[in-house]
């Protein structure tokens, strides 16, 4: 029957016949009932059923459902879709573009997904599963021997039960994902993931074709395909008959059990036997099937390496470059041409290669050698602590990680040690060590000349009995000479260097390099660049080399030391030794008479350093005895400097200009006549001899003395305090630094002094006029009465026991008489004069002078000036003129000034008196109990005794006062307390000023208007009513108790000042003060500074003077507002501010406006 549909929702039922109907569009229902149907849902969801016989289903598009059912039925979807179901027969499934779910049914049906995510289930019989398309698929294989096709996609695949195929594609769909695939038949019975979200299961047999990643695939035990693709593949079939097929890239592959086909492909590949059942051979030239041994009939193409099996294997390579592993066990391998990698991992394996066969390498992890066999390089692997032995060629030797010894034997070959603690053994000019930096501790065993430079080895040891050298590097380096001339060079480093027999060099670069050498091991020598000492050593010389300015120390034995072109110290130890110091200032240490020196004229300027008696040679220029021993030191022709030592020495210069060092008092110098201008340095105190010496000084800084002969001395001190006395002759003194004093007996001695070189003196018995040479005293000795006159500078000149007249010109001149009558005359400036035992004459000149006359009748005339005078005897005069400045009497007994005289001052405990003139006085008493009376004149009282009497008629006149005092009955008006003592002054019922000190005082002014000055704000004034008093106050002080109105504060100070009930007036400071007047009506000026004007309650009547808005002064009210902000009581009036605070209390800020005024108030 035929039967085409409608473009709606059709129906169909087919009978017995062969029917064809296909449905126009619409979600159709079509069934072919009995026979070979064809029917074709087209468009729509359709529901397509075959029933009997063979039928041929069509889903079209839209989500189709289709069954076979009973007979071998084709069922297809195109798109949307479907859900296919195979039932009974042998039924083809295919899929379409949609997500199709097909399930084949009983016996062998053969299924394709196409595209989208596909679920395939097959039933019992073998059938074929295919997902071809692009789709996510589903294909389960059910319970027969299934053939599965997965193309593309990520797919899940299940064998089901079984054995079941797979062909899988992953080169179709991953090519351009270049992911990295594992995957392992064995895995797959319990279900493993690959990459791209491929999950298989349950599968046996598999043909793989991969893409561009290096993948891996491990068959099982049937026959298994696989093609690697572009990527480094792992393969292993398995057991079966496996084709492996490498392809591109440098593949690793394994047929395991049966007769496999194994293909390389480009790049370079292996075939491995390590799971072989036994031993096995392998030819990789064989283009044929080949029998193995122990894996079976395998045909091996396109293979360029090849691993053995665990037993003993035959390996044979092409005539390209391979690589054969043996494996386990004793193998035999074979490479041919080529530069071929033989792996050796038994003692027993044996390589076979023949002269011209390539380049060849063996890499072993076992002690291995070349001999006897024509291969190049050898490689050791592992860690374990092996060796490696070379032959005839050009050998390249790799040791490991252990521990190696390497032997390139002959030929010019190259080692590399690699980590651990490597031994290394040269024997050829062209052999070289490489060793990286921190690789273990390695030491290379030379017959020839060897170096380290640039080699990271610490250990290099000469064998054989060869003249050779070794050359260390930068590391800490051991170099062991052999039984021949050897020369070691350690190079930089703190090197060991061990000569053994023979006549050895060592080249010596640290200060630290070691030096081993036995007795009687032959004369050797070292070669240093820098400080370096053989004590200890058994070796005889020493050569300094180089430019650097360094020494050279000998040992016990017989040494020869030479020095380089710069300055040495050249030390031969005990034994008689020969020192040379070639160019440079040298040093030469010597302790034994054998030892020699050698010089060469115009090699610089050189010092002996001497512990015995040494004579200079020629071309030497100093000598230095060293120790305590009573030694002696011999000069040449040149110009010496000899320097004894702490013992008794005798020095001999000889010809030239020499320089003696003394240390000793009994040293004896030694020169004849015409032997050249000779010189003592001493650095004890020194007594010239008849010694032919011209020169003296002394040395160091120690305070030292110097003396002359009778002859002409030249005499130099030190930076100490020195005395230089030359006696007799014209004598040169020079004291340098220091306080000195120099004894001058002879007109023609001079003395030499420069800018601060400390404070100088001169003693002499001769009349004498100070030097103009920075000396500043002058004392005059014995008794004849001489002069002494003293320079421009500020001098101090002391008189004799003689009448002596002393000058001291200009300067502040300080200038004292002695014992004598003698005239003393300050000159300019202010001076001081002290007369002394004698009846003296003093004159001041210009400046301000101080007189003191001493013990005698003395006359003193000050000059111009205020000067000061020291009366202790009623014969003294003082002459002064009427202009001649405010002079100062100091006398020690009662004392009435005369004309021109305004001051004087009592000493001592007496009870004394003092008197003044007609002009303004100063009087001042002692401890004892004085009258002071001053006269007329505004005189000035200081009193110390509380029984002090002070008369005085004229004048405004002050005293100060360091008791209780009172001004009754002085005559005085003002009364100032000194000290810090708590005591009080008291005045009278007149106009007074009182001041207090800083102590607490107490200030009773009486009548009149006073004037009071308070330090302290426990000071207590009492004032007598009526007068107009003020009170001064540096500190905070208040009124109340007082009767004092005013109070005025000073100073810089912020303090406060407080009235009392009266109507005050108070005064601030420039600070910042507060000011408050209590109750009364009050007149305020703050002055300067940020001042607070507080009014309390009962404030009366207030005038506020100064206030300045500038100033940021502040009026304070708060005692009236409470902190209300009451405006209205603040108004201008006129020029001011008027404050009305009720009550009759107001405030009058004069001159003042009302906005500054409001904004300062604080209410």
Same mark, same amino acid.
């Given at each position: 029957?035929?039967?085409?549909?409608t473009?709606?929702?059709?129906?169909?039922?087919?009978?017995?016949?062969?029917?064809?109907?296909?449905?126009?569009?619409?979600?159709?229902?079509?069934?072919?009932?009995?026979?070979?149907?064809?029917?074709?849902?087209?468009?729509?969801?359709?529901?397509?059923?075959?029933?009997?016989?063979?039928?041929?289903?069509?889903?079209?598009?839209?989500f189709?459902?289709?069954?076979?059912?009973?007979?071998d039925?084709?069922?297809?979807?195109?798109?949307?879709?479907?859900?296919?179901?195979?039932?009974?027969?042998?039924?083809?499934?295919?899929?379409?573009?949609?997500?199709?779910?097909? +399930?084949?049914?009983?016996?062998?049906?053969?299924?394709?997904?196409?595209?989208?995510?596909?679920?395939?289930?097959?039933?019992?019989v073998?059938?074929?599963?295919?997902?071809s398309?692009?789709?996510?698929?589903?294909?389960?294989?059910?319970?027969?021997?299934?053939?599965?096709?997965?193309?593309?996609?990520?797919?899940?695949?299940?064998?089901?039960?079984?054995?079941?195929s797979?062909y899988?594609?992953? +080169?179709?769909?991953?090519?351009?994902?270049?992911?990295r695939?594992?995957?392992?038949?064995?895995a797959?019975?319990?279900?493993?993931?690959?990459?791209?979200?491929?999950?298989?299961?349950?599968?046996e047999?598999?043909?793989?074709?991969?893409?561009?990643?290096?993948?891996?695939?491990?068959?099982?035990?049937?026959?298994?395909?696989?093609?690697?693709?572009?990527?480094n593949?792992?393969?292993?079939?398995?057991?079966?008959?496996?084709?492996?097929?490498?392809?591109?890239?440098?593949?690793?592959?394994?047929?395991?059990?049966?007769?496999?086909?194994?293909r390389?492909?480009?790049?370079n590949?292996?075939?491995?036997?390590?799971?072989?059942?036994?031993?096995?051979?392998?030819?990789?030239?064989i283009?044929?099937?080949?029998?193995?041994?122990?894996?079976?009939?395998?045909?091996?193409?396109?293979?360029?390496?090849?691993?053995?099996?665990?037993?003993?294997?035959?390996?044979f390579?092409?005539?390209?470059?391979?690589?054969?592993?043996?494996?386990?066990?004793?193998?035999?391998?074979?490479?041919?041409?080529?530069?071929?990698?033989?792996?050796?991992?038994d003692?027993?394996?044996?390589v076979?290669?023949?002269?011209?066969?390539?380049?060849?390498?063996i890499?072993?992890?076992?002690?291995?050698?070349?001999s006897?066999?024509?291969?190049?390089?050898?490689?050791l692997?592992?860690?374990?602590?092996?060796?490696?032995?070379?032959?005839?060629?050009?050998?390249?030797?790799?040791?490991n990680?252990?521990?190696?010894?390497?032997?390139?034997?002959?030929?010019?070959?190259?080692?590399?040690g690699?980590?651990?603690?490597?031994?290394?053994?040269?024997?050829?000019?062209?052999?070289?060590?490489?060793?990286?930096?921190?690789?273990?501790?390695?030491?290379i065993?030379?017959?020839?000349?060897?170096?380290l430079?640039?080699?990271a080895?610490?250990?290099?040891?000469l064998?054989?009995?060869?003249?050779?050298?070794?050359?260390?590097?930068?590391?800490?380096?051991?170099?062991?000479?052999?039984?021949?001339?050897?020369?070691?060079?350690?190079?930089?480093?703190?090197?060991?260097?061990?000569?053994?027999?023979?006549?050895?060099?060592?080249?010596?670069?640290?200060?630290?390099?070691?030096?081993?050498?036995?007795?009687?091991?032959g004369?050797?020598?070292?070669?240093?660049?820098?400080?370096?000492?053989?004590?200890?050593?058994n070796?005889?010389?020493?050569?300094?080399?180089?430019?650097?300015?360094?020494?050279g120390?000998?040992?016990e034995?017989?040494?020869?030391?030479?020095?380089?072109?710069?300055?040495?110290?050249?030390?031969?130890?005990?034994?008689?030794?020969?020192?040379?110091?070639?160019?440079?200032?040298?040093?030469?240490?010597?302790?034994?008479?054998? +030892?020699?020196?050698?010089?060469?004229?115009?090699?610089?300027?050189?010092?002996?350093?001497?512990s015995?008696?040494?004579?200079?040679?020629?071309?030497?220029?100093?000598?230095?005895?060293?120790?305590?021993?009573?030694?002696?030191?011999?000069?040449?022709?040149?110009?010496?400097?000899l320097?004894?030592?702490?013992?008794?020495?005798?020095?001999?210069?000889?010809?030239?200009?020499?320089?003696?060092?003394?240390?000793n008092a009994?040293?004896?110098?030694?020169?004849?006549?015409?032997?050249?201008a000779?010189?003592?340095?001493?650095?004890?105190?020194?007594?010239?001899?008849?010694?032919?010496?011209?020169?003296?000084?002394?040395?160091?800084?120690?305070?030292?003395?110097?003396?002359?002969?009778?002859?002409n001395?030249?005499?130099?001190?030190?930076?100490?305090?020195?005395v230089?006395?030359?006696?007799?002759?014209?004598?040169?003194?020079?004291?340098?630094?220091?306080?000195?004093i120099?004894?001058?007996?002879?007109?023609?001695?001079?003395?030499?002094?420069l800018?601060?070189?400390?404070?100088?003196?001169?003693r002499?018995?001769?009349?004498?006029?100070?030097?103009?040479t920075f000396?500043?005293?002058?004392d005059l000795l014995?008794?004849?009465?001489?002069?002494?006159?003293?320079?421009?500078?500020?001098?101090?000149?002391t008189?004799?026991?003689?009448a002596?007249?002393?000058?001291?010109?200009?300067?502040?001149?300080?200038?004292?008489?002695?014992?004598g009558?003698?005239?003393?005359?300050?000159?300019?400036?202010?001076?001081?004069?002290?007369?002394?035992?004698?009846?003296?004459?003093?004159?001041?000149?210009?400046?301000?002078d101080?007189?003191?006359?001493?013990?005698?009748? +003395?006359?003193?005339?000050?000059?111009?000036?205020?000067?000061?005078?020291?009366?202790?005897?009623?014969?003294?005069?003082?002459?002064?003129g009427?202009?001649?400045?405010?002079?100062?009497?100091?006398?020690?007994?009662?004392?009435?000034?005369?004309?021109?005289?305004?001051?004087v001052?009592?000493?001592?405990?007496?009870?004394?008196?003092?008197?003044?003139?007609?002009?303004?006085?100063?009087?001042?008493?002692?401890?004892?109990?004085?009258?002071?009376?001053g006269g007329?004149?505004?005189?000035?009282?200081?009193?110390q005794?509380?029984?002090?009497?002070?008369?005085?008629?004229q004048?405004?006149?002050?005293?100060?006062?360091?008791?209780?005092?009172?001004?009754?009955?002085?005559?005085a008006?003002?009364?100032?307390?000194?000290?810090?003592?708590d005591?009080?002054?008291?005045?009278?019922?007149?106009?007074d000023?009182?001041?207090?000190?800083?102590?607490?005082?107490?200030?009773?002014?009486?009548?009149?208007?006073d004037?009071?000055?308070?330090?302290?704000a426990e000071?207590v004034?009492?004032?007598?009513?009526?007068?107009?008093?003020?009170?001064?106050?540096?500190?905070?002080?208040?009124?109340?108790?007082?009767?004092?109105?005013?109070?005025?504060?000073?100073?810089?100070?912020?303090?406060?000042?407080t009235?009392?009930?009266?109507?005050n007036?108070?005064?601030?400071?420039?600070?910042?003060?507060?000011?408050?007047?209590?109750?009364?009506n009050?007149?305020?000026?703050?002055?300067?500074?940020?001042?607070?004007?507080?009014?309390e309650?009962?404030?009366?009547?207030?005038?506020?003077?100064?206030?300045?808005?500038?100033?940021?002064?502040?009026?304070?009210?708060?005692?009236?507002?409470?902190?209300?902000?009451?405006?209205?009581?603040?108004?201008?009036?006129?020029?001011?501010?008027?404050?009305?605070?009720?009550?009759?209390n107001?405030?009058?800020?004069?001159?003042?406006?009302?906005?500054?005024?409001?904004?300062?108030?604080?209410w």
């Amino acid at each position: 029957m035929y039967y085409v549909g409608t473009s709606g929702d059709d129906t169909f039922a087919g009978g017995l016949d062969n029917d064809t109907a296909g449905g126009a569009g619409g979600n159709d229902t079509l069934s072919g009932g009995s026979g070979n149907d064809f029917l074709q849902g087209n468009d729509g969801d359709d529901d397509v059923t075959g029933g009997w016989g063979n039928d041929t289903l069509l889903g079209g598009a839209g989500f189709d459902v289709l069954a076979g059912e009973t007979g071998d039925d084709l069922l297809q979807d195109a798109s949307g879709g479907s859900r296919q179901d195979g039932w009974t027969g042998n039924d083809t499934l295919r899929g379409g573009t949609g997500a199709d779910t097909l +399930d084949g049914g009983d016996q062998d049906d053969s299924l394709h997904g196409g595209d989208g995510d596909d679920v395939l289930w097959d039933g019992a019989v073998i059938n074929p599963l295919s997902a071809s398309g692009f789709g996510n698929d589903v294909l389960r294989g059910g319970a027969g021997d299934d053939v599965i096709f997965s193309l593309a996609g990520s797919d899940t695949i299940d064998g089901g039960d079984g054995v079941d195929s797979l062909y899988l594609d992953l +080169d179709r769909w991953y090519h351009e994902a270049n992911y990295r695939i594992d995957m392992s038949l064995a895995a797959t019975a319990a279900g493993t993931d690959i990459a791209g979200g491929i999950l298989l299961q349950n599968l046996e047999v598999i043909e793989v074709h991969f893409g561009l990643g290096d993948d891996s695939f491990y068959g099982g035990a049937f026959d298994d395909r696989f093609y690697g693709g572009y990527g480094n593949d792992v393969a292993d079939g398995g057991n079966g008959a496996d084709v492996l097929e490498g392809q591109d890239g440098n593949d690793w592959l394994s047929g395991g059990a049966g007769n496999d086909t194994v293909r390389g492909g480009n790049g370079n590949d292996t075939i491995s036997y390590h799971n072989a059942a036994g031993a096995v051979e392998v030819h990789l030239a064989i283009a044929t099937a080949q029998a193995t041994g122990g894996a079976g009939t395998d045909l091996i193409l396109d293979v360029e390496n090849v691993t053995g099996s665990a037993f003993g294997d035959r390996l044979f390579g092409t005539a390209g470059g391979n690589v054969l592993d043996g494996g386990a066990g004793a193998d035999t391998l074979r490479g041919a041409d080529g530069d071929d990698t033989y792996i050796v991992d038994d003692s027993a394996d044996r390589v076979f290669e023949f002269g011209n066969e390539g380049i060849d390498t063996i890499r072993s992890s076992v002690t291995y050698s070349l001999s006897g066999q024509p291969i190049e390089k050898l490689v050791l692997t592992g860690g374990a602590n092996i060796n490696a032995t070379g032959n005839g060629l050009h050998n390249i030797i790799t040791g490991n990680d252990g521990n190696n010894v390497i032997d390139g034997a002959a030929g010019n070959d190259i080692m590399y040690g690699g980590g651990g603690d490597d031994t290394f053994y040269v024997q050829a000019a062209g052999d070289i060590v490489e060793e990286d930096h921190h690789q273990g501790n390695d030491t290379i065993y030379s017959t020839i000349s060897y170096s380290l430079v640039g080699r990271a080895v610490e250990t290099l040891i000469l064998t054989g009995s060869a003249n050779s050298q070794a050359i260390g590097n930068s590391l800490a380096n051991l170099l062991t000479g052999n039984s021949g001339h050897n020369r070691l060079d350690g190079g930089k480093g703190l090197d060991t260097m061990a000569g053994g027999a023979g006549n050895d060099t060592y080249v010596v670069n640290a200060a630290g390099d070691m030096i081993v050498e036995g007795v009687a091991e032959g004369q050797d020598r070292v070669l240093s660049t820098v400080t370096y000492s053989l004590t200890g050593w058994n070796v005889e010389d020493l050569e300094l080399i180089g430019t650097r300015v360094i020494d050279g120390t000998g040992n016990e034995a017989n040494n020869q030391i030479w020095g380089n072109s710069a300055a040495n110290r050249l030390d031969g130890g005990s034994g008689n030794d020969i020192l040379a110091g070639g160019l440079g200032d040298d040093t030469y240490v010597i302790d034994s008479a054998g +030892d020699v020196v050698v010089e060469a004229l115009n090699a610089g300027n050189d010092l002996v350093v001497s512990s015995v008696s040494y004579s200079l040679g020629i071309n030497i220029e100093h000598l230095t005895l060293t120790g305590t021993g009573n030694v002696n030191g011999t000069g040449n022709a040149y110009s010496n400097i000899l320097t004894g030592n702490a013992g008794i020495n005798i020095l001999t210069g000889g010809a030239g200009n020499d320089v003696y060092i003394v240390q000793n008092a009994e040293d004896v110098v030694m020169e004849s006549n015409g032997e050249g201008a000779d010189t003592v340095i001493s650095y004890i105190d020194y007594t010239v001899g008849a010694d032919n010496v011209e020169y003296f000084s002394l040395g160091g800084s120690a305070d030292l003395s110097i003396t002359g002969s009778a002859s002409n001395d030249y005499l130099k001190g030190n930076t100490g305090n020195n005395v230089l006395n030359g006696l007799g002759g014209g004598d040169s003194m020079f004291g340098g630094a220091g306080n000195d004093i120099y004894y001058v007996d002879n007109l023609s001695d001079q003395v030499r002094e420069l800018p601060g070189e400390g404070y100088d003196t001169i003693r002499t018995a001769i009349g004498l006029t100070m030097p103009n040479t920075f000396v500043e005293a002058l004392d005059l000795l014995g008794t004849a009465n001489i002069y002494g006159t003293g320079t421009i500078l500020s001098n101090s000149i002391t008189g004799n026991s003689g009448a002596n007249v002393i000058n001291g010109l200009d300067g502040s001149d300080t200038l004292a008489g002695g014992d004598g009558a003698d005239t003393l005359d300050g000159g300019r400036d202010g001076d001081h004069l002290t007369g002394g035992l004698g009846a003296d004459s003093l004159y001041g000149g210009q400046g301000s002078d101080v007189l003191d006359g001493g013990v005698g009748a +003395d006359t003193m005339a000050g000059g111009t000036s205020g000067d000061v005078y020291f009366i202790d005897n009623s014969g003294d005069v003082i002459i002064e003129g009427e202009w001649a400045g405010a002079d100062v009497v100091v006398a020690s007994s009662s004392y009435t000034l005369g004309a021109w005289l305004e001051s004087v001052i009592l000493t001592g405990t007496g009870n004394f008196n003092a008197t003044g003139n007609s002009r303004n006085n100063a009087l001042t008493g002692n401890d004892g109990i004085n009258v002071l009376d001053g006269g007329a004149g505004n005189d000035t009282y200081v009193i110390q005794n509380a029984g002090d009497t002070v008369t005085d008629s004229q004048g405004v006149d002050r005293i100060y006062s360091t008791v209780s005092y009172a001004l009754g009955g002085t005559g005085a008006e003002e009364l100032q307390l000194t000290g810090t003592a708590d005591i009080n002054a008291t005045g009278t019922s007149g106009n007074d000023l009182l001041i207090g000190n800083s102590g607490i005082n107490q200030l009773v002014g009486g009548g009149g208007n006073d004037s009071y000055y308070v330090q302290n704000a426990e000071d207590v004034v009492i004032d007598s009513p009526g007068g107009s008093d003020v009170i001064f106050s540096t500190v905070s002080y208040t009124l109340a108790g007082t009767t004092v109105r005013q109070l005025q504060l000073t100073g810089a100070q912020a303090v406060s000042a407080t009235g009392n009930a009266d109507g005050n007036v108070l005064v601030g400071n420039n600070a910042s003060n507060v000011l408050n007047g209590g109750t009364g009506n009050d007149f305020y000026t703050g002055l300067d500074g940020a001042d607070i004007f507080l009014f309390e309650a009962g404030s009366g009547v207030d005038v506020i003077a100064d206030f300045s808005e500038a100033a940021n002064d502040s009026i304070n009210i708060h005692a009236y507002t409470g902190g209300a902000v009451l405006t209205s009581i603040v108004t201008q009036a006129g020029a001011n501010v008027l404050i009305d605070l009720g009550g009759g209390n107001s405030i009058q800020v004069s001159s003042a406006n009302l906005a500054n005024v409001l904004a300062h108030i604080v209410w």
